[in-house]
């Protein structure tokens, strides 16, 4: 549950979307508007986590740091979508110094602990918190109106946690039956295979950024990049696709199909490895 009051989780599940229907002289309430912001939260959830994945979009790089007689880390600016489709923005530097291990039931604070354990994983969590309060013209008798009327503003936020352990590194294996589809140029039915699943929500939808080794004289190493979940953009994936086409000329010198194992027709062949000579027989 998050803390703007409804299920943040059913929200990012499939299901029929629902919007306001308007009309002359329709009462529009506290429901109506809410309904009209979940709406649109449900759509671009939904296509935020089926359709871009989760993980880290950019920065949001973890490195250690040292700050006069302590050691700690730095994440980096950036942003990311969790598992659930939510979009963080980490807007600047956050400095975690000294590093503790946070307590899940407050939020992200320093867990009581005698000692950093050994090896750590630092995860990034969507969070919200309210702001803008301003006088209630008619005060909701359910809520505690005392803090200054009721809070006018939603802010996306995020909360850093620290956790003991180690998190798997991502994998990208391949199947067989999909890799036979390939060499075979079957690239619709490998396509077909890939999006028969639908993508599970997981339980916890945070972000795991890196694992951390502490040393005995308190400082870090960190391992960024084998956990951490990756979004690559259209720029990023248009740079990737330029490389792989260098690397295939490179290695292949344009006479083999890379899709077919190498085993492609020959520069100057045509189909069943006959040498195409045009209409005559020679």
Sequence with gaps: MSSSGWDDK????????????YFDGKLMDEDSFTMEQQYTLAEHRLL???????????????????????????????????GWGRR?????????????????ERDGQPAKRDALPENLV???????????FTPALLPDPGRDNTAGGEAATWVESYAVRVRAGTADDIAHPGEPELNAMLQEGRLHDALCALTAATA???????????NVTASPDGSFSVTECAPRPV??????LLQLIACLAARVQECCDGSRDPLLGGKGLRKGHGH?????????NH
């Design 88 to 104: 963080i923005v980490v807007p600047e530097d956050v400095d975690l110094c000294p590093v503790e291990v946070t307590d899940d």
């Design 272 to 280: 069943g490895g006959h040498r195409d000579h045009g209409q005559g």
């Design 48 to 82: 935020n986590r089926l359709v871009l994945g989760p993980g880290v979009i950019c920065g949001l790089g973890v490195s250690p740091i040292q700050s006069e007689s302590n050691h700690g880390l730095r994440i980096s600016a950036g942003l990311a979508i969790d």
């Design 10 to 21: 059913w929200l990012s599940q499939l299901q029929s979307p629902r919007r306001n229907r």
């Design 231 to 236: 979004v690559p953009t259209n720029q990023v």
């Design 200 to 210: 599970a929500l997981p339980d916890d939808p945070s972000l795991v950024l890196a």
């Design 122 to 132: 630092v995860s990034l969590c969507y969070r919200e918190h309210q702001a803008d």
